[in-house]
């Protein structure tokens, strides 16, 4: 109820003619002397109260709240000034030009006669991506081709297109031993922002052991579907280890499954092994440097991400590290991994870091009910992923066969790091005890 001071004479102030059955007139009280103090028509201040004064405080809170939501405006403008329109470059051949696609006026050199036909910049975007998974999905190709055709070894290595529930196209490939009897299989699940052609010596090293290996680019990496670096949910990734796990052991009756997991790999491999039916499929898993808990590369995606990855998701964090912190001590292993066009250099994308985020807590909320047998591996001096959140799934994990080994002072991509070969025999070891075989001949 508003209130309001008023001056009027001394005198009786009668109700106004027909609104003193009306609820929302305005009520005037009856006026007298009091007490005879005042000398008649001496004026006095009067309270008086109006019926309309919800309505009053609507109007008044509506006003706030315009002014509120206007300011809101102006702080996400200051927000988003450090992002830029960016030139999406897109390569058409390794070391063979490029083809750029923007959405910005053609230069005065490069005035051409006829008609100027203006679209949709959602339209040049689409294409652009379009373009861009196109090139990548060629240039994965052209490398399992290229090794195809060059000088004939021991390892024979393929590829083929996933076709997903949602209708995505993923980049899968495989490597065998033609020499080796087979084993087992390892199913490779790479890193953020990497490929699995990365892992090619890794791989052909499984197969001289008698190990088959499958691996695919999940969605938004490598040859596969998606915008490069960015992943909308990494649920689609876990459901589609699903599924490329089904299809693995049905095209291979009677070998033992195993996987092997990197970083935000092995994320998506510890919540598919979640699953009772993959769970009762994979033999056992292979994880180095996962993503239990991560230090965000840029302290406001911790804070912001679960808003702007749903207002923002594909932007890019411009302050981040390009190239994020140290993961190698191997000065050509950073060279060969950040000169590689199928490897993802840009800042990390909203979305993508807060997928990041969602399953790491969702992991550290259910470790105590992972059941297979496990090798957990990690660098101490990994600045990625926390060293000490393997120690945690090594103690909370329901497994009873699980291991775990800390290497002092080595980095994140521990295959890349100048030990790699102790680091893969180490591997080959646990395998090897679990398919019943130290030595397989060649």
């Given amino acids: 109820m508003i209130c309001v001071g008023a001056i009027i004479p001394d005198k009786q102030i009668l109700w106004e003619p027909g609104h003193s059955d009306r609820k929302d007139s305005p009520r005037l009280l009856k006026m007298e002397s009091i007490g005879g103090g005042m000398a008649s028509g001496a004026l006095r201040p009067v309270m008086l109260t109006w019926g309309a004064s919800g309505r009053v405080w609507a109007l008044f809170l509506i006003r706030v709240l315009s002014s509120f939501l206007l300011l809101l405006s102006g702080i996400m403008l200051l927000l988003l000034l450090p992002f830029r329109r960016r030139t999406i470059v897109v390569a058409t051949e390794e070391k063979q030009g490029t083809a750029t696609v923007t959405g910005a006026r053609r230069g005065a050199e490069e005035k051409r006669e006829g008609m100027l036909v203006r679209v949709p910049a959602a339209m040049v975007h689409r294409r652009a991506r379009e373009l861009d998974v196109a090139a990548r999905r060629v240039m994965a190709i052209r490398r399992v081709r290229g090794e195809e055709q060059g000088e004939v070894g021991s390892c024979q290595r393929d590829l083929a297109l996933f076709s997903t529930e949602r209708g995505d196209t993923l980049f899968t490939q495989s490597w065998s031993s033609v020499s080796v009897r087979t084993e087992g299989l390892v199913v490779l699940m790479h890193g953020l922002n990497e490929h699995s052609g990365r892992y090619n010596e890794f791989a052909k090293q499984l197969t001289v052991s008698g190990f088959k290996v499958y691996a695919m680019d999940w969605i938004g990496h490598g040859g596969?579907?998606?915008?490069?670096?960015?992943?909308?949910?990494?649920?689609?990734a876990v459901n589609d280890l699903r599924s490329?796990?089904?299809?693995?052991?049905s095209e291979n009756p009677g070998l033992r499954v195993f996987c092997f997991g990197h970083s935000t790999g092995a994320?998506?491999?510890?919540?598919?092994?979640l699953d009772p039916k993959i769970e009762a499929c994979v033999e056992g898993a292979v994880l180095t440097s996962p993503a239990i808990r991560v230090q965000p590369s840029h302290p406001i995606i911790a804070v912001m991400a679960p808003i702007f990855s749903l207002v923002i998701p594909r932007y890019q964090f411009s302050a981040a590290n390009k190239k994020g912190p140290p993961v190698s001590r191997d000065p050509e292993a950073l060279k060969a991994k950040y000169s590689d066009p199928l490897v993802f250099t840009g800042s990390i994308r909203v979305r993508t870091g807060y997928e990041i985020l969602r399953i790491s807590n969702y992991l550290q909320q259910n470790l105590n009910k992972i059941t297979i047998p496990f090798l957990v591996l990690h660098g101490t001096a990994d600045t990625v992923t926390d060293p000490s959140a393997s120690e945690m799934l090594y103690h909370e994990a329901a497994s009873t066969d699980k291991a775990i080994k800390l290497y002092d002072g080595l980095l994140h991509d521990l295959?890349?790091?100048?030990?790699?070969?102790?680091?893969?025999?180490?591997?080959?070891?646990?395998?090897r005890a679990r398919v019943g075989s130290t030595e397989l001949s060649r």
């Fill in 267 to 273: 994320a998506i491999v510890l919540k598919a092994i």
């Fill in 244 to 249: 490329f796990l089904c299809k693995v052991s």
């Fill in 415 to 431: 295959l890349f790091e100048p030990e790699r070969e102790d680091i893969t025999e180490d591997i080959l070891k646990w395998l």
């Fill in 224 to 236: 596969s579907d998606g915008l490069h670096g960015y992943v909308h949910s990494l649920d689609y």
